[in-house]
RNA sequence: GCCUUUGUAGCAGAACGGUAUAUGCAGCUGUCUCAAAAACAGCAGUUUGAAGGUUCGAAUCCUUCCGGAGGCACCA
């Protein structure tokens, strides 16, 4: 009888052996074509759960298959080392950022990723908090300083009392911290780094039109993110003081007829300088309320329009007419001009405004050229142009531009591009990271650290990390006294550390060319390896870090380091795992926090890894959601054990061989060939699910299943004969000492019924070897194919199909009148479409439904159907 | 409020505008067993969220509505 399958015996023995003869490894030079598989590298953070594990499977059966079909793979692994949980860590349990770091790294590289039977060249695993990681990062920020790409700029900033450090843009969500979602963000103005992602807005929106290999909704939500808006910049000369103008930024310059008043931004200086001693305290109570309302009430759709008008007045420069000043919350000042000009017919917002507050409402574009009566909204689409003077009866769309073009003539206006994107803000008040490379000396002002200086190391010893009182370099004097790198005399470091997003935004260019002591990355390697071809990751970095790597791309292309404009040329966004949580009595995204995980030790124990691996596939199509169940995967478990016994027992009784060449399919009977030609099929739909893009593990998985079952079946059938020649589909007992077996004595078998089950058996093996790596690596071995030590089914071509094999010859044709189904009959295929007609117009169950009335239409679709029209 | 996405057996999921259901889980029956488990063999189940429309024919395309998920949100 067949060995059990225990995958403990087998799984960490091959993980061992496949390192052994490295043949994870990539080649920096390879006449092979290049392939770069990535995955988005993980913090540090302790413990993966199987919820993790889903995006590892997933970039590794896609490495393993293009491996298979012969191209040099680039298949890396590392850590985004730096950040806040070491810190925190580090103050709960007294242990220094990097010893909690490393022993983390050691956990999830040797007990969870390399037992999951990933295949990594781990000789290029780059970690982010390492010397000669992040002395790199600090050479590129060098090289981004020099030109003029990262800036010192005083600007209103997110402050998170939680981190105690300011915050990107991209880093706040719904006015709270990215991190700790109960925290609100605070508006503090801070003189800060930032890194200039604006220069490039244009360039990112663009090329997102390249990224044809991306999920549309990620390219939306840059998009948006980045958010270009087209218009015009238009003065409104202050009544009572005319050398004084307000800028407005609109998107609609057709609507500026029907301007009824203009509104200032608290924040903005013109209110104090035009407000009216009349209106003095009463605009200053307001600006004080607003200022005490938190981001949230201040940005709250629901809530009504407060405002307070200031006193004094602007002119219309397109109808002179004169409008009165307010100033109200809703608009922002770090948007556009900090001034809008109001038009309560064509917006809603200045619709609710006016109404509240009692102020003119003139509609100037209608649908029809015609005007209404009363307005009971804002009507925001175009339309003709009314009550517009010269503009009159001009298509709104049309008007825009001509009106633009009038503002410039008279010099109150001009065509102007608005964008969302703000640049980004890098500086960070923490120790874990890395330490922006520059001094501040007291004659020189702010001068780069030398490239020969560099790294500008972070201080390990007697660090104390209190978290309290900001960044510990700022107390240490061994760290911040250094001489200034211009002119030798004692100056100070720039206690900052980088974002740890920029780490992260670099890294796939270090993994061309790990081990270069001389320079970040050579351009050759990464001229070679870049772009990634396949990036698999979740869409929760959809904006932050797929944002930051294309700036940092384009920049590093700017800067001479590399040819290539974008860094990922197709991304996968898997769906997250989730499971049943206790706690909530709800399915939930698999979290610690949320009670629900499953750790991966266990299952890897019990069941295995090539098991974890298969359900995390299966259950669901990459991109979707994925609901973690227990007997989920052990069905999968289930699935392998059903493998391991037929192919050990066709194995032992010496039906299947090593075997390299064709089946003779004209020696089998009507059920081999249908076997064969079943493999054939299984061996193209699994090629068609893997392919490039498509990646649909779930249904190539079943298509093995149905290869096994239909394995199972033969088997039995050449079973059957060969003990008594019962078919009758019912397992055979037991006849003397003879055991319950479920497959045939070879020697009963002809050789081409040998030779189906060896072929059938290696292209089973081979099209899972991608998906559960120990197992086929196993059952390869067993098989005999595994000659030498070098030898792998994991480095053996992919398989080929006939495509005439995978084609029946008879089919079910369909019989339809009016659409609906009446008979279906076997037919040969490729019948002509007259013959087909003449079958359905023949079989007697049709006859009967058209009873004789008269056929308007017949429709043929060729080996499908025929549907007659009555 | 706007945008994206999704709704198919009890559950997870298949299905170039052409037979609604591959595959797994759960369920049921049988073989084996003293019995059970395991294994093996077999069975059953929905008319595709709802209503319209286009079509010879709609799960698939269009419209509206309902439900789920995600993103953006006084961005002028």
């Given at each position: 009888?067949?060995?059990?399958?225990?995958p403990?015996?087998?799984?960490?023995?091959?993980?061992?052996?496949?390192?052994?003869?490295?043949?994870?490894?990539?080649?920096n030079?390879?006449?092979?074509?290049?392939?770069?598989?990535?995955?988005?590298f993980?913090?540090?953070?302790?413990?993966?759960?199987?919820?993790?594990?889903?995006?590892?499977?997933?970039?590794?059966?896609?490495?393993?298959?293009?491996?298979?079909?012969?191209?040099?793979?680039?298949?890396?692994?590392?850590?985004?080392?730096?950040?806040?949980?070491?810190?925190?860590?580090?103050?709960?349990?007294?242990?220094?950022?990097?010893?909690?770091?490393?022993?983390n790294?050691?956990?999830?590289?040797?007990?969870?990723l390399?037992?999951?039977?990933?295949?990594?060249?781990?000789?290029?695993?780059?970690?982010?908090?390492d010397?000669?990681?992040?002395?790199?990062?600090?050479?590129?920020?060098?090289?981004?300083?020099?030109?003029?790409l990262?800036?010192?700029?005083?600007?209103?900033?997110?402050?998170?009392?939680?981190?105690?450090?300011?915050l990107?843009?991209?880093?706040?969500e719904?006015?709270?911290?990215?991190?700790?979602?109960?925290?609100?963000?605070?508006?503090?103005?801070?003189?800060?780094?930032?890194?200039?992602?604006?220069?490039?807005?244009?360039?990112?929106?663009?090329d997102?039109?390249?990224?044809?290999?991306?999920?549309?909704?990620?390219?939306?939500?840059?998009?948006?993110w980045?958010g270009?808006?087209?218009?015009?910049?238009?003065r409104?000369?202050?009544?009572s003081?005319?050398?004084?103008?307000?800028?407005v930024?609109?998107?609609?310059?057709?609507?500026?007829?029907?301007?009824?008043?203009?509104?200032?931004?608290?924040?903005?200086?013109?209110?104090?300088?035009?407000?009216?001693?009349?209106?003095?305290?009463?605009?200053?109570?307001?600006?004080?309320?607003?200022?005490?309302?938190?981001?949230?009430e201040?940005?709250?759709?629901?809530k009504?329009?407060?405002?307070?008008?200031?006193?004094?007045?602007v002119?219309?420069?397109?109808?002179?007419?004169?409008?009165?000043?307010?100033?109200?919350?809703?608009?922002?000042?770090n948007?556009?001009?900090?001034?809008?000009?109001?038009?309560?017919?064509?917006?809603?917002?200045?619709?609710?405004?006016?109404k509240?507050?009692?102020?003119?409402?003139?509609?100037?574009?209608?649908?029809?050229?015609?005007?209404?009566?009363?307005?009971?909204?804002?009507?925001?689409?175009?339309?003709k142009?009314i009550?517009?003077?010269?503009?009159?009866?001009?298509?709104?769309?049309?008007?825009?531009?001509?009106?633009?073009?009038?503002a410039?003539?008279?010099?109150?206006?001009?065509?102007?591009?608005?964008?969302?994107?703000?640049?980004?803000?890098?500086?960070?008040?923490r120790?874990?990271?890395?330490?922006?490379?520059?001094?501040?000396?007291?004659?020189?002002?702010?001068?780069?650290?030398?490239?020969a200086?560099?790294?500008?190391?972070?201080?390990?010893?007697?660090?104390?990390?209190?978290?309290?009182?900001?960044?510990?370099?700022?107390?240490?004097?061994?760290?911040?006294?250094?001489?200034?790198?211009?002119?030798?005399?004692?100056?100070?470091?720039?206690?900052?550390?980088m974002?740890?997003?920029?780490?992260?935004s670099?890294?796939?260019l270090?993994?061309?060319?790990?081990?270069?002591?001389?320079?970040?990355?050579?351009?050759?390697?990464?001229?070679?390896?870049m772009p990634?071809?396949?990036?698999?990751?979740g869409?929760?970095?959809?904006?932050?870090?797929?944002?930051?790597?294309?700036?940092?791309?384009?920049?590093?292309?700017?800067?001479?380091?590399?040819?290539?404009?974008?860094?990922?040329?197709?991304?996968?966004?898997?769906?997250?795992?989730?499971?049943?949580?206790?706690?909530?009595?709800r399915i939930?995204?698999?979290?610690?926090?949320?009670?629900?995980?499953?750790?991966?030790?266990?299952?890897?124990?019990?069941?295995?890894?090539?098991?974890?691996?298969?359900?995390?596939?299966?259950?669901?199509?990459?991109?979707?959601?994925?609901e973690?169940?227990?007997?989920?995967?052990?069905?999968?478990?289930r699935?392998?054990?059903?493998?391991?016994?037929?192919?050990?027992?066709?194995?032992?009784?010496?039906?299947?061989?090593?075997?390299?060449?064709?089946?003779?399919?004209?020696?089998?009977?009507?059920?081999?060939?249908?076997?064969?030609?079943?493999?054939?099929?299984?061996?193209?739909a699994?090629?068609?699910?893997?392919?490039?893009?498509?990646?649909?593990?779930?249904?190539?998985?079943?298509?093995?299943?149905?290869?096994?079952?239909?394995?199972?079946?033969?088997?039995?059938?050449?079973?059957?004969?060969?003990?008594?020649?019962?078919?009758?589909?019912?397992?055979?007992?037991?006849?003397?000492?003879q055991?319950?077996?479920l497959?045939p004595?070879?020697?009963?078998?002809?050789?081409?019924?040998?030779?189906?089950?060896?072929?059938?058996?290696k292209s089973?093996?081979?099209?899972?070897?991608?998906?559960?790596?120990?197992?086929?690596?196993?059952?390869?071995?067993?098989?005999?194919?595994?000659?030498?030590?070098?030898?792998?089914?994991?480095?053996?071509?992919?398989?080929?199909?006939?495509?005439?094999?995978?084609?029946?010859?008879?089919?079910e044709?369909?019989?339809?009148?009016?659409?609906?189904?009446?008979?279906?009959?076997?037919?040969q295929?490729?019948?002509?479409?007259?013959?087909?007609?003449g079958?359905?117009?023949?079989?007697?169950?049709?006859?009967?439904?058209?009873?004789?009335?008269?056929?308007?239409?017949?429709i043929?679709?060729?080996?499908?159907l025929?549907n007659?029209?009555?």
């Open positions: 009888m067949a060995s059990q399958y225990n403990q015996d087998i799984e960490e023995k091959w993980q061992k052996h496949w390192e052994k003869i490295g043949i994870h490894r990539a080649d030079d390879s006449k092979k074509p290049k392939f770069y598989s990535l995955v988005m993980p913090y540090p953070s302790g413990d993966l759960h199987m919820g993790h594990m889903r995006v590892y499977t997933i970039s590794d059966v896609i490495s393993r298959r293009m491996r298979m079909l012969g191209h040099n793979v680039l298949n890396p692994m590392g850590w985004d080392a730096f950040g806040l949980p070491a810190e925190n860590a580090a103050i709960k349990h007294s242990k220094h950022p990097e010893k909690w770091t490393k022993e790294i050691r956990f999830m590289r040797d007990e969870q390399k037992k999951l039977g990933t295949s990594y060249d781990w000789q290029r695993e780059v970690t982010t908090c010397q000669d990681y992040y002395g790199w990062t600090q050479w590129l920020f060098l090289k981004f300083f020099n030109k003029g990262a800036v010192r700029k005083e600007a209103a900033v997110n402050w998170c009392p939680d981190c105690h450090t300011v990107a843009n991209e880093q706040v719904d006015g709270a911290c990215w991190r700790h979602p109960e925290t609100r963000v605070e508006q503090k103005k801070m003189s800060q780094w930032f890194l200039k992602i604006t220069d490039y807005s244009e360039e990112l929106l663009k997102l039109d390249t990224l044809t290999g991306w999920p549309e909704p990620v390219r939306i939500m840059q998009q948006n980045i270009k808006s087209t218009g015009a910049e238009l409104f000369v202050v009544e003081k005319p050398n004084v103008q307000i800028s930024f609109t998107t609609r310059p057709d609507t500026v007829f029907g301007v009824s008043y203009v509104v200032l931004a608290p924040e903005n200086p013109l209110v104090q300088e035009l407000t009216t001693a009349d209106r003095l305290e009463a605009v200053n109570k307001y600006i004080d309320d607003t200022l005490h309302k938190t981001e949230l201040r940005m709250s759709t629901e009504s329009k407060s405002g307070v008008p200031i006193g004094s007045f002119l219309n420069p397109f109808n002179g007419d004169v409008v009165p000043i307010w100033v109200a919350d809703y608009v922002l000042m948007y556009g001009t900090g001034a809008v000009m109001g038009v309560p017919a064509h917006d809603d917002r200045d619709f609710q405004f006016a509240q507050h009692n102020l003119p409402i003139k509609e100037v574009i209608s649908k029809d050229g015609q005007a209404s009566p009363e307005l009971k909204e804002a009507y925001t689409e175009s339309g142009m009550n517009s003077a010269a503009f009159n009866g001009l298509d709104s769309e049309t008007a825009k531009e001509k009106m633009t073009d009038w410039a003539d008279h010099a109150c206006g001009s065509k102007r591009v608005q964008w969302r994107l703000r640049d980004w803000l890098i500086s960070r008040q120790y874990w990271g890395c330490p922006i490379p520059l001094v501040h000396c007291e004659s020189c002002g702010i001068v780069p650290v030398k490239e200086d560099i790294p500008v190391k972070l201080p390990i010893e007697g660090v104390v990390i209190t978290g309290q009182g900001g960044s510990p370099l700022s107390s240490d004097e061994s760290f911040l006294k250094t001489p200034c790198p211009s002119c030798g005399k004692e100056a100070s470091r720039e206690t900052d550390t974002d740890t997003f920029i780490d992260s670099w890294y796939f270090r993994y061309a060319d790990a081990s270069n002591k001389e320079e970040a990355f050579s351009r050759a390697a990464v001229d070679y390896w990634v071809d396949q990036y698999v990751g869409v929760e970095h959809a904006i932050l870090h797929l944002l930051y790597s294309r700036f940092f791309t384009k920049a590093c292309r700017d800067v001479g380091l590399l040819k290539a404009s974008e860094p990922f040329e197709n991304l996968l966004s898997q769906g997250m795992v989730t499971k049943f949580s206790a706690q909530s009595g939930e995204k698999m979290s610690k926090s949320r009670g629900n995980v499953v750790g991966t030790t266990d299952f890897f124990k019990r069941y295995g890894a090539d098991s974890a691996r298969l359900f995390t596939l299966f259950a669901a199509p990459p991109e979707q959601e994925l973690w169940s227990e007997e989920g995967a052990i069905g999968q478990y699935f392998l054990g059903r493998i391991w016994r037929i192919v050990s027992e066709l194995i032992e009784n010496g039906v299947v061989a090593p075997f390299d060449g064709d089946v003779n399919q004209e020696k089998l009977d009507a059920s081999g060939k249908a076997f064969h030609k079943l493999v054939h099929k299984t061996i193209k699994v090629t068609h699910d893997l392919n490039r893009g498509r990646y649909i593990f779930n249904t190539a998985i079943a298509r093995c299943m149905e290869l096994v079952n239909g394995m199972y079946k033969y088997a039995q059938e050449l079973s059957g004969k060969s003990v008594e020649g019962n078919g009758n589909g019912k397992t055979e007992k037991p006849v003397g000492d055991p319950n077996t497959a004595r070879g020697e009963k078998l002809s050789q081409e019924e040998r030779d189906l089950f060896s072929f059938a058996v089973l093996l081979l099209v899972l070897s991608p998906m559960a790596p120990h197992i086929t690596e196993e059952l390869w071995q067993r098989v005999g194919y595994i000659k030498k030590e070098g030898d792998s089914i994991h480095i053996t071509a992919w398989p080929a199909f006939t495509d005439a094999l995978t084609i029946d010859d008879e089919i044709l369909v019989l339809q009148v009016n659409g609906k189904i009446v008979n279906k009959v076997a037919a295929r490729g019948l002509e479409k007259t013959v087909a007609e079958l359905a117009l023949n079989d007697e169950k049709v006859k009967s439904k058209i009873d004789g009335q008269s056929i308007r239409k017949v043929v679709v060729p080996d499908k025929v007659i029209v009555i």
